[in-house]
């Protein structure tokens, strides 16, 4: 499976974003799909996973009630809409894809090369 994101980029605090998540390569709804993120001199954290069907969801306390993880298949495309953004969410934001279940480690088999999102106080 190939993952490519994309959408990120410069907005204000409390503005809203929506990252994409394309794959390509294989049976889409058969991978779990989780998006992750890292800050500058900080390790790699998770925020979001959904299952293949899209019918199971989990988020980062962090992030619960502003993102919403939500996929397509038949656009093989996983989504997260970003609100009320904080400058504390200013990160590189990862797709990534794993066919084992729902996890909130880093274990996933398959990652995207990663999206900048900036948000300014």
């Known amino acids: 499976v190939q993952l490519q994101a994309s959408g990120g980029g410069l907005v204000q605090a409390g503005g809203s974003l929506r990252l994409s998540c394309a794959a390509s390569g294989r049976t889409f709804s058969n991978y779990y799909v989780g998006w992750f993120r890292q800050a500058p001199g900080k390790e790699r954290e998770f925020v979001a996973v959904?299952?293949?069907?899209?019918?199971?969801?989990y988020y980062a306390e962090s992030v619960k009630g502003r993102f919403t993880i939500s996929r397509d298949n038949a656009k093989n495309t996983v989504y997260l809409q970003m609100n009320s953004l904080k400058p504390e969410d200013t990160a590189v934001y990862y797709c990534?894809?794993?066919?084992?279940?729902?996890?909130?480690?880093?274990?996933?088999?398959?990652w995207g090369q990663g999206t900048q999102v900036t948000v300014s106080s």
């Open positions: 990534a894809a794993r066919s084992r279940g729902i996890t909130i480690k880093n274990d996933y088999d398959y």
């Open positions: 959904i299952s293949g069907g899209g019918g199971s969801t």
